[in-house]
């Protein structure tokens, strides 16, 4: 079956710095990708998506590409902050396909003051 | 405030006890979701629901079971607990049109 995976368990980056974090899908039929932030004792809370007829999208502070060539995409977090420490989770499906996301094993990532 | 209420934030019991996870929302969303994570792990999608009286098995076969009466509620029971179903359970609902999924806070269980 399909699965989505995170290249790097962990990423730590000073407060400031821009963060990346990436994903891989292999689901060739998937066209919509969201990104999510879990906080300890959470549940995971929205940050940005992006459909298959898009290469990139920005919110605010992050952007998030896609590249359906290679299958990968990436978050990226402009001057990252502690409070954006935590664990990331990309997810990929079919858009109109009854939601069912496939999850990949998260990145925690940890902001040093 | 629109949210997703789960409840109890966490349970600890023994084998053998039959125990009900809540969850409650108040989005007036159609859809509603069960995932099961273990820590740092990726969410595994147990049971889903498109509407009343409609409950479907997801991807991760579960011993659990779901009933779906009101559109507001969407509880899951495990009639049996065992060491093996120690997980977080969180609750998520979707508005029809829009992919994007709403999470709750989650229920940590551990059955010892």
């Known amino acids: 079956g399909e699965s989505v995976g995170l290249h790097l368990p962990t990423l730590s980056v000073q407060e400031g710095d821009n963060s990346i974090i990436n994903c891989a899908y292999s689901n060739s039929a998937s066209d919509y990708f969201i990104w999510y932030k879990q906080e300890s004792g959470k549940g995971p809370q929205f940050i940005i998506d992006?459909?298959?007829?898009?290469d990139k999208r920005q919110g605010q502070r992050v952007t998030v590409l896609l590249n359906k060539t290679v299958k990968h995409l990436s978050l990226q977090i402009a001057a990252t902050q502690p409070g954006d420490s935590a664990v990331y989770f990309c997810a990929d499906g079919i858009y109109n396909q009854g939601g069912k996301l496939i999850f990949g094993q998260g990145t925690e990532l940890s902001v040093k003051p | 405030e629109a949210d997703i209420y789960q409840t109890p934030r966490y349970l600890v019991i023994g084998t053998g006890k039959k125990i009900t996870l809540e969850c409650s929302q108040t989005?007036?969303?159609?859809?509603m979701y069960w995932y099961q994570q273990d820590p740092g792990m990726e969410l595994h999608l147990i049971h889903y629901?498109?509407?009343?009286?409609?409950?479907e098995k997801g991807d991760l076969s579960s011993e659990s079971t779901v009933s779906r009466i009101r559109t507001e509620h969407f509880p899951l029971t495990l009639e049996s607990a065992r060491p093996s179903h120690t997980s977080q359970y969180l609750c998520a609902t979707r508005q029809g049109g829009n992919e994007k999924l709403f999470f709750g806070s989650g229920t940590q269980l551990s059955v010892l």
């Open positions: 989005m007036g969303h159609d859809k």
């Open positions: 992006i459909r298959s007829n898009m």
């Open positions: 629901s498109y509407g009343v009286n409609s409950t």
